[in-house]
């Protein structure tokens, strides 16, 4: 998202590129919040009026950022770049036993390997904790004003099989016979309602949109893709909060 929309002078302008992050050299990864694209559900924070979350106007399959707070109307949903796929492994106390996050676990912690399915086929480690397999799509947001946004959508449980079929739109996509980088196209996120004899939830649902149609819109893509590949950005283990706000504490599975 663009920093301001205001028109400037051209000094001015100039004086902001001269003087570039000044005043930022002691901010590392740690101090800094990657956004989270996350829906909405019937029982989110976002729509409880007396809850310090809500959010003004949003309504349950609609989604939303976790940073900036802006929300989109799940059926229209918001168009975004894919830039970085990575499956992560995440560690909760089961709900039954208080829930909460307890860490992210490294994808080569044997840990992972070991985990049995308990009767209701969810994930379980040796220390009784629950493992909840993410798929972590890094994406580049294109707003109406054609700027772009880091962001993630983190895909758990259910919405797995979303995560899924979006990689494989991602590699149908090809030029010559050659399979297109992920950004090169463009995806519309909506929602979609889904249900079992538990209940009702939304799920983030990916659609082909189109070509990326701005050289420099691809090129800000591809350097993000590189800088996460490289790991020249290194972004931080969810925090509690953004972990256990896509925990689907909301969701009945």
């Known amino acids: 998202m663009a920093v301001t929309k205001e028109k400037i002078s051209k000094d001015l302008e100039e004086a902001f590129l001269d003087n570039a992050s000044m005043g930022m050299e002691e901010v590392g990864k740690d101090d800094l919040q990657m956004p989270f694209i996350r829906a909405i559900q019937p029982l989110s924070p976002q729509i409880k009026k007396n809850d310090s979350e809500f959010i003004e106007g949003a309504s349950a399959g609609d989604l939303f950022n976790t940073v900036t707070r802006q929300v989109w109307e799940g059926e229209k949903g918001l168009v975004v770049i894919p830039v970085y796929y990575q499956m992560k492994y995440l560690e909760f106390v089961p709900r039954a036993s208080g829930g909460g996050f307890v860490g992210e676990i490294n994808s080569t912690d044997p840990r992972i390997t070991e985990a049995i399915r308990d009767e209701n086929n969810i994930e379980m480690l040796k220390s009784g904790n629950e493992l909840v397999r993410t798929a972590s799509h890094f994406i580049k947001i294109v707003h109406e004003d054609g700027s772009l946004e880091s962001a993630v959508v983190d895909l758990k449980k259910t919405g797995l099989k979303k995560s899924r079929v979006w990689n494989s739109l991602m590699q149908m996509q090809k030029i010559k016979g050659k399979t297109m980088p992920s950004f090169a196209n463009t995806y519309r996120l909506v929602t979609i309602e889904e249900s ?26 591809k350097e993000f893709s590189v800088a996460l590949k490289s790991g020249s950005i290194a972004l931080a283990p969810p925090s509690q909060e953004q972990a256990q706000l896509g925990s689907d504490e909301e969701v009945p599975f």
């Open 196 to 221: 079992n004899d538990k209940g009702s939830w939304y799920n983030v649902n990916p659609k082909l949109e189109g070509i990326v149609s701005e050289l420099d819109a691809f090129n800000d893509a």
